[in-house]
Every structure is written in structure tokens, then in C-alpha cells.
């Protein structure tokens, strides 16, 4: 018996939901865990990178594995395996920290690839609608995982390594109505691939505007995320009004990338659509370059609409280009690999550039170009046309 569509949602959302918390969440606990641990700054670094490094160093070999198990299975075995990975932080000493984290970055890697291509076999007819709960979902969880990890710890007295694993039960609701898609669909690999000797996608030039595109979103937000309320504050602006310009975006991401991801779905081309969210975070980063702190608002509306616009894009356009699901998921796990690397350069850069001329202007500077970027690969990436 099919799974109703209904359910599937619930469950594509929950998926989402949980693919960022173990990460926000330690970022937040931070502070104590490096009073606790003895960590220097470099170290706490090296913990909140692992994930990151996880996503790219696994993506590659995630389509194969859900080839051989099966989509919806290996999703589900995503889950238990990111319950481990919480078990194992709760366990003392730093080889246990860095090893469960490990753990939790190879579990997530299986649900940023497989969800997107379980999408497209399953659910043909609902690909905006999913896909947007999808990206959505995972701004909501990077979101709630910010905001209340510290004051779940204030209410329960708990440790960092307990509040931590308090964000395992989530995990434990979405793996129970994940169940259902894995029973029915056990036995389903990626489905058929394409007719044909296969290209390497790495040589296809429609290949590499998706994959593009997919990165400059995902490298302004993790750069923004890093920097933003710095620039704010050497601007004259309040620490905590920094701090809530930044949730202001956010908040604003999260209907923007549901809203953009049913629209480009039901559009044979997205042309258009890729572009506009370029061009709006364009003119947000040169509005902070002009008037920082007098316009902040506005600009912070642009930024939250361009990124969660852009982002839904970036996670829709590998179901887009693709025939079949092997395919999705192949496109998918290049986008990331390549999406995530500069994730992790993103902000050291602009740390880097900021050290040496003293001032924002630099990196502002670059946020307009890397926008710039993503308008011209948006252009290649949105027209009608699949990769091979």
C-alpha cells in the first residue's frame, strides 16, 4: 500500500529538520566546551569543521550506497546510525567528541544527498511541494537549534554533553514515520539510470553551473552566519540588535525557500528565478557597503529572501537537470561536494581579508561578486536541459 502523501511530508520534513541541530547546536555550547575540554580556538574549529569535511569527503559515496540498499532504507539507517552518533558525544573524554560528531557528519551526509533523489522516484508529482519542505525544514532546524539549546540547559540543569543529547529524540520521531517509506520500499534502489554509456558528470558543463550555484548560496550563508553581526557591531550597531538582524534573515529564508521552491518547480525554466535571487543579494551586500546600520532592516529582508530563495533553488535544480534518481543523486552529491568545500573556506577568507585591510569593505566586496557569480550560473543552470 502507498504511503500517503500527507505522511511522506511529515516525514521529508522531519528528515530535514535534524540535519542541522548537531551542529548548530554544539556551535552554541561552544564556550563551555572549550572550558571543559581545554580547547583553544584552532581545535574548536577543527570539531565544528568535521561535519563539513564528512559531507564532502562521503557525498561521492553516498549514491552507490543507496543504489545497493535502497533509497528510503538507507535513509532510515541514516537515522540510527545519527542516533549513535549522539550516544557516543554523550561518552566522555575528547576522542569520544570528535568520533561521535564524525559519526553524526557521515549520517547527515546520507540525508542531504538521498532525500533529493528519493524525491524524485517517489514523488514525481510533488517535487516543489517537497522539496520546499525540505529546504525549509532545514533552516528551521539550524534555526530552533540556535535559539533554544541554551535555554533547554537553563530549564533542565543539564550538562553540555546532556543538552546535546536531548536533540536525539527528535531524531527517534523522524526515524518512526520514516519507517512506513522504508517498508514499502525496501527493496527500491535509485531506480533506472539513464539509456546510454554514462558521462562523467564532472566534465559536463551544465554539471558544473548546477553544482555552482548550489555552492554560492550555501558559502554567502555560512559567511554571512560567520561575520555578519561583527560587521554590524563595527559598524555602531548594538551587539544585540547585531545579533537579531541575523534572525531576521533567517526567519525571512524560511517561506522564501518554500514559496521559490513550489514556483521553480512548476516552471520549465528557471532562468529567471535564479538570477533574481542573485541580483537580490547583490543589492543587499552593497546596501550594507553603503549604509550598514541606517538601512539594516531592509537590507537583512533581502539577504533572508535571497538566501532562502537561492538555497531552495540550489537543492531543486539536481531533480530539475536529471532523467532519474541515480542521476539526481549523483548531480546532488557533486553540488555538495564542491558547495560544501567552499563552505569551509568562506569564512576564513573573509576573517582572513578583514585582518588584513582592517575593514569590511573588502568583504563586502566579494559577498557582491560571489552574488554576481551565482547570477551568471544561474543563467547556465536554469535553461531546460539535462545533464547526460
Known sequence: MAVPIWLVAVGVSLVALNLRPPITAIATLM???????????????????????????????????????????????????????FGIRLLPGVVALFAGTAIIGLAITVGNVLVPAAIKRDHPGHVGLL???????LYTGAAAASGITLPLQDATGLGWRATLGLWAVPVVVAWLVWLPQVRVRSDAGAGPAS??????????????????????????????????????????????????????????????????????????????????????????FAGLLISPTGGAIVWMILLGAGLGAGTAIGY?????????????????????????????????????????????????????????????????????????
Open 31 to 85: 564556550p563551555q566546551v572549550q572550558q571543559q575540554e581545554g580547547f583553544n580556538s584552532t581545535v574548536a574549529s577543527l570539531l565544528v569543521a568535521v561535519p563539513i569535511a564528512c559531507w564532502v569527503g562521503f557525498s561521492g559515496l553516498t549514491p552507490r550506497i543507496g543504489r545497493e540498499l535502497g533509497l528510503n532504507r538507507t535513509i532510515g539507517l541514516a537515522l540510527l546510525v545519527l542516533l549513535a552518533g
Open 131 to 137: 522539496t520546499g519542505l525540505y529546504t525549509m525544514s
Open 195 to 284: 539509456e546510454g554509456a554514462p558521462r562523467s558528470l564532472w566534465l559536463q558543463p551544465l554539471a558544473w553551473a548546477v553544482t555552482i550555484f548550489f555552492a554560492m548560496p550555501a558559502l554567502l550563508f555560512y559567511t554571512v552566519s560567520a561575520w555578519l553581526p561583527t560587521i554590524l557591531v563595527d559598524a555602531g550597531m548594538d551587539a544585540s540588535w547585531a545579533g537579531g538582524m541575523l534572525s531576521v534573515a533567517n526567519l525571512v529564508a524560511v517561506p522564501s525557500a518554500l514559496a521559490m521552491s513550489i514556483v521553480v518547480n512548476r516552471s520549465e525554466r528557471q532562468v529567471w528565478a535564479a538570477t533574481s535571487t542573485g541580483a537580490v543579494l547583490a543589492i543587499s
Open 316 to 388: 531543486s535544480l539536481p531533480l530539475l537537470r536529471s532523467r532519474d534518481a541515480q542521476t539526481t543523486a549523483k548531480l546532488t552529491a557533486m553540488s555538495q561536494i564542491a558547495g560544501f568545500a567552499l563552505c569551509a573556506v568562506g569564512p576564513v577568507l573573509a576573517g582572513a581579508l578583514h585582518d588584513l585591510t582592517h575593514a569590511w569593505t573588502a568583504v563586502l566586496v566579494l559577498l557582491v561578486v560571489l552574488a554576481v557569480v551565482q547570477i551568471a550560473s544561474g543563467a547556465r543552470a536554469g535553461t531546460p536541459r539535462f545533464v547526460s
